[in-house]
């Protein structure tokens, strides 16, 4: 079965307009602030992509003087609510170094217990940003209870009455409806002009077809699904969804995607893979989501409101050549991994039981960013890294001594005895 591995994108001109607030018209005479105020025509994509991913701040300073936009009045900021540990929440440090470039002020509200996760990260990198400079006294981080009022209530009520506005509201925790009423209701008080919630590809039916387009059947059982199904029928504020997928990077909370094949290789263990190892898989770095979601504040509300976006990378790799370019980054040379391929029907397991696999294998797994691309101008950084990026991430495994950590292979020794007693059995006939 054949997939588009890549997906083309030549850039395209853009326009953008001052945003303005319709439900507040008090903010309708202020200037906003660059990232959400320039009126952009004329605009190349590529002017948005690279290390900030909309564009550096020099560029942005750039087209401000070119359309005559001087002396800007007010600071716009941005609120994010951020899951304390899991797959998504390097997301939210991404995020915030991103905003931060642009000169927003960020709130960030980690949805648990300081003492329980500050250590762990991103949040300790996340703590860090508080400290750096030049954008220490513009970042704002606390832990606590995000269905608690007063908890977000004293995150933001030291901006001055004079700050600009909120422009963009970043629901990164809510995995409910329930949850994702509370935070979409204290948005709609503080008169946020957008709400952006980070859903993910995991509610997608199974099908025959692959990538994922947003238009796919999803599960409508699943929490992030009845989200995007309520706001996108009747939120007051302008509301878009983005669904990623197997998200990797520094500082991730979640190092499943890459230690399978690290904990075999340093140990110098064969690797268990389904079939032919030939199962595409989309890995996404945590500061391309990120972007996508830049990308959104940068728009016009009304650009984004009622959308949904595959936020993935736009090229797949598959299980085999995953397998060895971790083996490259641990020995330095073009060696291959020794690899042990199994019939997990016939042999009747779940490779995600037996092995810990951590992806979809049994349909294709795959989603297009292609939207995104065509309607926020965006451009992922890491299409083309995986390499770099997996050295960056076998690196940060060696410092926090992952590989000298038990590790249990158990299931992998009795896989490999049952292929080669499968191959004896074969040979004999």
Known sequence: MAFAISIGFSGTKMQRS???NSRASSLRTRRLHAFAGFPLVG??????SGAHPLG???ALRSMGQRHGIQGLQCRSAAIIVNPPSGGHASIGLYLARQLLSLDLEVYLLVAGQEDKYRSKQPNSALLGLREAEPHAASFHISFGDADDPSILMNMVQTRRPSAGPIAAFIDNRSQTLDEALLLHKFALGLNAERYLYVSSCGIYEPGDYAPFIETDQ????AGQAQVESRFLRDSVIPFAAFRPMYIIGKHAAKLDYTNFFLDRITRKRPIPLPGKGNAFVSLTHAEDV????ACAVLARPDEVSGQVFNAVSPRYVTLKGLAEMCH???HGDKSKPEIIYYDPVKLGIDPKEATGLP????YPFIADPGKAMRLLAWQPRHDRTLQNDLQEMYEEYLELGLHERRVDLTNDDRIARSVGAAAKAAAAK
Request: a positive charge; hydrophobic letters at 50%; zero cysteines.
């Open 218 to 221: 999803v599960r409508q059982s």
């Open 359 to 362: 992806f979809r294998v049994s």
């Open 43 to 48: 605009a190349r994509a590529s002017e948005f």
């Open 328 to 330: 490259r980054v641990v």
């Open 56 to 58: 550096r701040r020099q």
């Open 18 to 20: 001052s945003v303005v």
């Open 290 to 293: 990120a972007s996508m979601l």
